[in-house]
């Protein structure tokens, strides 16, 4: 998104830490005296600085702001302390190097979100019912708002790798039930099956087979979508 | 055990401050500049962050290669990507250790509960926005970091639909969401700055800037490593691949091979089971707390030094409540209180010269009153001038410590001298003492010379007590140590516990030295034998407070 040609991205920055440097260039570095003042309004602000400078010579003399010694030696022997800080920082962002997963694997996601079956079935309303309702709300079929928990398993050659429910998202259990999950698996060809049973009934809804081959490296994801089922990206 | 724990890590801490000391002279020290440090880095961070992101393109498929012609700009871009990076590892570094210094000097006791607190939630924010950052390279690095915490936080179920989902292939990652990823890192290092604010918001004069000398040398440093060993990224992120070996941060990214080791659910339960810790950390190991100071209306002036050397703003200065002719009185804030005494120390009415019993003054600690002091002062120097003989004789000194130095009794016993006895007076800290003390110790206590020693060198405890000490020994603060008091008997030891041997030898150096400079003082007094000053100190100081002012 742009404003005046310029991305929006730039701006909002600009908004956010624009005031600070015009702030510190005021009160800080005194920007803001450079602008015309009354000649009352300049002779407040010499002895302002006068009695500040005064102030500041007094505080400067408190052991508070005693100024280090520092010597030729001093500053070699810091030299050699900051390498072994330097040397931290610089190793450990970016090393050890971690082994996420060994050579020749690939990844498998299962992310699914899939709908339940309603607990009541949805029936249609008789014309009496509709009539007995305001105008606005004469929806033909009536459906319950509560949904089954969704089981998926996931058979990774053979053997069932992944067997879980999980109950409808949202306070009246009228959202979708969400999978997610990992597999880290070695390259090569690989049977997967995965079924869904969105109801109480033992028979899957929905059955999705498919053997695929993997790359060292390669990571796939298994989604849902309502009309086309299973798909592997 | 977390006692035996603190001892050692303080102990570790004293020697390591020692080594930096040789080559820093205390103030630039970065081992007691920590916290400022961190805010200094902070700016860096920012101010590197700001010029990147002018350079950095906010779209999926520009993001990688806008950092990827920053990195190969090495004089400019890249110098600052590299500062962007490792002064945020950086700070890192420097806030854990800061976090672990505070904790081995249990500088989270009391009134002081507040800043640690406070810094629990700064680790939670300086992991937040260094790990935000990592999302925007978009390369292999930032793929693995950016599903990782999004598994993390899918695990809560508060977002309804996974928002790890966005990463599962090359067309499910939009625009519009990398965007708000940018935002993310945009505000969330604000909103750590906010909490560094409320962090530092109870202290007094807080030091959030670093010496100038510490502000060049760090900057120095890291310049130099960005151009030794520039910033670079992994390959570009593909979300059809996963990568198996990365380079990793491990200031930032630490936890996330454990989370891939034990899970999400284990992981949210480790990272607040560590936060609870930390925060129960002031309650488990809590002492009685020492009962805060009081002020004593009837000798309180409204002079405000209290008020100006208190560390903690625990004192406020508020209309007079009493009646007395007086502008202002001292009133303390309890729940801010840490009884350091420095108030004490600062009182003018806080004089051992004075005859009537009850020896109260402006403000006092109930802990260790100012009749006490005085009471406990004499009784050793009584001792320690017998033991010595009489003046002339022997040597006698007596030793002002505070509790977070040497020890006293230890250090009275490694000072070994034939014909030098040494009286030990401790108090909370050095601040406490007021400088009246070193007067009267000399002039009424027949002490040969006095030594005040506390904390190392800008390392006070109670953060500004030994500045005091040292400006009103040099008149520089209000109350002022008499111009009358010899300043070669007299000498200020800064150290560690640790700096025992040191001390002591310190301290034998010095009360060897004492008998020729007392025989000097004789000869210099001569010329002034009739003059007040020369005769009797009762001569000269009328037991009334004002004579002090």
């Known amino acids: 998104m742009e404003i005046a040609g310029i991305n929006v991205f730039y701006i909002v920055p600009i908004m956010v830490f624009g005031p600070m440097v015009f702030f ?3 009160k800080a570095f005194g920007i803001g005296s450079l602008f015309s003042l009354s000649d009352e309004q300049k002779e407040l602000q010499r002895k302002h600085r006068q009695l500040k400078s005064a102030l500041d010579a007094e505080t400067a003399k408190s052991a508070r702001y005693k100024k280090p010694k520092l010597s030729a030696a001093k500053i070699i022997g810091q030299g050699f302390l900051y390498i072994p800080f330097l040397l931290a920082i610089g190793y450990f962002s970016s090393y050890p190097s971690y082994e996420f997963a060994p050579e020749n694997t690939a990844q498998i996601k299962l992310s699914l979100t899939l709908w339940g079956e309603r607990k009541i079935p949805c029936r249609t309303r008789t014309a009496e019912e509709l009539k007995e309702l305001p105008s606005n709300m004469r929806k033909a079929k009536s459906c319950s708002r509560e949904r089954h928990p969704v089981t998926v398993t996931f058979d990774l050659d053979g053997k069932t790798v992944f067997d879980e429910s999980a109950s409808p998202a949202g306070l009246r259990d009228d959202g979708p039930s969400s999978f997610y999950r990992t597999f880290m698996v070695p390259a ?13 009934d033992a028979i899957p809804t929905e059955k999705f087979s498919q053997v695929i081959a993997l790359t060292s490296g390669q990571a796939i994801a298994l989604t849902h979508t309502a009309g086309e089922g299973i798909v592997i990206h | 055990m977390i006692k035996l724990v603190q ?17 820093f002279d205390g103030a630039l020290n970065p081992i007691r500049q920590l916290g400022s440090l961190a ?3 902070y700016w860096i961070v920012a101010g590197s962050g700001i010029y990147i992101y002018i350079f950095f393109d906010t779209s999926v498929s520009g993001a990688y290669e806008s950092v990827e012609w920053m990195t190969g700009q090495w004089y400019l871009a890249g110098i600052m990507r590299s500062l962007h990076r490792y002064a945020s590892d950086a700070m890192v570094a420097v806030a854990m250790v800061h976090l672990l210094r505070e904790f081995s000097y249990g500088r989270y006791r009391g009134a002081r509960w507040f800043a640690w607190f406070t810094g629990i939630p700064i680790i939670w924010f300086l992991f937040f926005s260094g790990v935000s950052g990592y999302w925007l390279v ?10 990782g915490s999004m598994e993390w936080l899918d695990w ?6 996974q928002v790890a989902n966005n990463f599962l292939s090359p067309v499910t990652i939009t625009d519009r969401f990398f965007t708000l990823l940018v935002f993310i890192h945009i505000f969330v290092p604000l909103f750590l700055l906010f909490i560094m604010w409320f962090h530092v918001m109870r202290l007094k004069s807080p030091r959030i800037n670093p010496p100038k000398g510490l502000i060049i040398s760090v900057s120095v440093s890291l310049i130099v490593l960005s151009l030794i060993y520039p910033a670079t990224s992994h390959d570009k992120a593909d979300l059809s691949t996963v990568a198996l070996s990365l380079n990793f941060d491990w200031f930032y990214l630490i936890a996330y091979p454990l989370f891939d080791a034990i899970g999400p659910g284990p992981m949210w339960a480790v990272g607040i089971g560590a936060t609870l810790l930390v925060s129960i950390v002031p309650l488990i190991s809590m002492r009685k707390r020492e009962p805060a100071a009081f002020v004593s209306l009837e000798k309180c002036n409204g002079c405000t030094r209290c008020a100006a050397d208190c560390p903690y703003d625990a004192i406020e200065m508020k209309p007079r409540s009493d ?3 007086f502008d202002t009185e001292a009133v303390v804030d309890a729940s801010s209180c840490v009884s350091c005494g420095i108030c004490v120390g600062a009182c003018p009415v806080s004089t051992p010269f004075r005859q009537d019993e009850e020896m109260v003054t402006g403000i006092d600690m109930p802990s260790q009153p100012l009749k006490d002091m005085r009471d406990v002062t004499v009784e050793v120097m009584q001792a320690a001038r017998k033991e010595a003989g009489a003046v002339g004789e022997g040597t006698a000194i007596i030793v002002f410590g505070c509790a977070n130095g040497v020890n006293l009794e230890k250090l009275k016993s490694s000072v070994n001298l034939s014909n030098c006895s040494v009286a030990v007076m401790g108090v909370a800290c050095t601040g406490m003492l007021p400088p009246s003390f070193i007067d009267f110790a000399i002039s009424r206590g027949e002490m040969d010379g006095v030594i005040v020693t506390g904390c190392r060198e800008n390392g006070c405890y109670h953060r500004f007590g030994q500045f005091w000490v040292e400006d ?12 009358r008091v010899p300043r070669e008997r007299l000498r200020t030891i800064w150290a560690a516990p640790t700096d025992l041997a040191k001390v002591a030898s310190e301290v034998s150096d010095f009360a060897e030295g004492l008998p020729a400079l007392q025989l000097e003082l004789q000869t210099k007094q001569k010329p002034e034998a009739n003059s007040p000053d020369a005769n009797s100190p009762d001569a000269i100081l009328p037991d009334t407070i004002l004579d002090e002012g």
């Not at chain 2, 570790?12 to 020692?18: G, K, S, T």
């Not at chain 2, 978009?138 to 599903?147: C, K, R, S």
């Not at chain 2, 809560?156 to 639909?161: P, R, S, V």
């Open chain 1, 188 to 200: 090569g060809n690989h049977e997967l099956v995965v079924n869904i049973y969105n109801s109480d």
């Open chain 2, 323 to 325: 009646g007395l002719k």
């Open chain 2, 7 to 23: 001892r050692h890590l303080r102990n570790f801490f004293h020697r390591i401050e020692a080594l930096f000391d040789k080559a």
């Open chain 2, 39 to 41: 805010f200094f880095l």
């Open chain 2, 472 to 483: 009103r020994i040099n008149q520089l603060r209000d109350p002022n140590l008499r111009k």
């Open chain 2, 138 to 147: 978009w390369d292999q690095l930032a793929q693995y970091v950016a599903i």
């Open chain 2, 156 to 161: 809560l179920g508060i977002f309804g639909k």
């Open chain 1, 24 to 26: 510190v260039l005021f």
